[in-house]
Every structure is written in structure tokens, then in C-alpha cells.
């Protein structure tokens, strides 16, 4: 395949490191951090790409490995879309795998050194992330899950996103905010004119996602635009220095973890 005809932006999602890059990087710090994007392959409606949530968690990592000494891994690309499977083009694995890859990751970094792994998860569908955080620091592991909705909320006051976390549930003001400033070649038509509220979804582990919407919007992407996409990571980068701080401690218990 020629350069003209590689996908756009396609090399951002694989970071570029030399081994030699993560052994002077890791010399420089007490404790390595890696960071991990968790996206899924799932409908973001007509205007935004399957490939959404990997896109916005690997915003995200990059962020915060352009301002914190992090080991950037690549991304999984695959998760829990099981609640979309009524649209073409999803793909899921269960959360038993889901949990097991993660798990191997970690068991991995610890061998090679490092030993504390943050999870940016990009898809809200990933409900077993918690449960592989909780487990693995119930083990005694340095593990941690990002953003926290606390995260999320701090970023949307910050970047001035106008819809609710409840209201932006899916391919809504944030997803679309982030792409274009991010990825604006990978934006269809139609944002501007998809808005979609459903915020009573009290079935939808039941029902899945087309019981509450047609076109797989639920929130309002009209309102979206690449300098909030831009706030909005810069305010997550900024709140990822708690979790540095936490997971770098040389004191394993914690007496107060409310910036994490």
C-alpha cells in the first residue's frame, strides 16, 4: 500500500518507542507508569467511525504521555460492545477475556520492571475494568482505572461541554469534541444534526442500545467542537498527575485518594 493510501492518522494509534526510549525513560523515575487505552470496535452512528472509543483513549494516553514520564502502550482495540450488537460493523469479546488480557498485560510489564499500569478506558461498556482494578491492588498490584466520572466531570466544566455526563451518553458532545480536534478527517457529515436524549435508561444492560435510539446517538453532538475536544484533554492529563503520585508512592496504604 502507497503512503497516499494509508488511512488517515492510522500511525497514531501505536507509539513509536525504541526499547531504548522506555530504558532511559524508566532510569529517570522511581517507579514506571504504563498506560494502557482500552477502546472498543463498536456504532458511533453515521457521522463518527467504529474505531471511536480506541480513538478517544488513545487522545487521552497521548495527553498524558506528552506531560507525565509514562511507558505508552498500544492500544486494545476490541471489548465489551455486546449493548450495540444490533448494528453492523460491532465486534465484541466477552468480559472473561477482556479481564484475562488485562491481567496478562500487567503480569507481562511486571516482569520486564514495571510494575504499575493505568487503564484508559474509552468505552463505558467496559464494566469488568473495575472489577480488574479492584482485584489486582486487592493482590497487592499497582493497577488503576482513568478517568474517573469525577475526571470526566472536572474536563467537561473545564473545556465548557454544556451536556450532562448523563445526557452524553454515547457519540454525543465529548466522543465528537474529541475527534475533531483530535481526528477531523475521520468525521462524517451529520453531527451536526444527530442529537438524540434518552437519559431514562434503566434496561439498557436488558434491552441493549437500540431500544432507547434508532441511530445509535444518545446525547448531542451538534454541540461538539474541536476547542472543547482540546480542553478536554488537557484538562485529563492534568488530573492523571494524582493517579502518577499514587501509584509512584513508596507507601503501599493511602491515607487520602479523593484527587484519584
Known sequence: M????????????????????????GAGVSRQVAVLPVGSFEQHGRFLPLATDTLVACAIAREIAAAHPVHLLPPVTISCSHEH????????????????????????????????????NGHGGNYVLGNVVQESSARGERMALF?????WEAARVRAGVETSL????????????????????????????????????RHLLTLGMSA?????????????????????????????????????????????????
Open 212 to 260: 432507547y435510539t434508532d441511530s445509535g446517538v444518545i446525547g448531542r453532538p451538534s454541540l461538539g467542537s474541536a476547542e472543547k475536544g482540546k480542553g478536554l484533554l488537557a484538562s485529563l492529563a492534568d488530573s492523571f498527575g494524582a493517579y502518577v503520585s499514587l501509584l509512584t508512592s513508596a507507601d503501599d496504604s493511602v491515607a487520602d485518594t479523593g484527587d484519584a
Open 147 to 151: 478517568p474517573a466520572p469525577e475526571d
Open 166 to 201: 448523563l445526557t452524553d451518553m454515547h457519540a454525543g458532545e465529548i466522543e465528537t469534541s474529541i475527534l475533531l480536534h483530535a481526528h477531523p478527517e475521520l468525521i462524517r457529515p451529520g453531527y451536526e444534526t444527530s442529537d438524540f436524549v434518552a437519559d431514562d435508561r
Open 85 to 120: 450488537a444490533a448494528w453492523p460493523g460491532t465486534v465484541s469479546i466477552s468480559s472473561v477475556t477482556l479481564h484475562a488480557v488485562i491481567r496478562d498485560i500487567a503480569a507481562s510489564l511486571r516482569r520486564s520492571g514495571v510494575d504499575a499500569l493505568v487503564l484508559v
Open 2 to 25: 502507497s503512503g497516499s493510501q494509508m488511512p488517515p492518522a492510522a500511525h497514531s494509534l501505536v507509539p513509536a518507542d525504541t526499547t531504548e526510549d522506555v530504558r532511559t525513560r
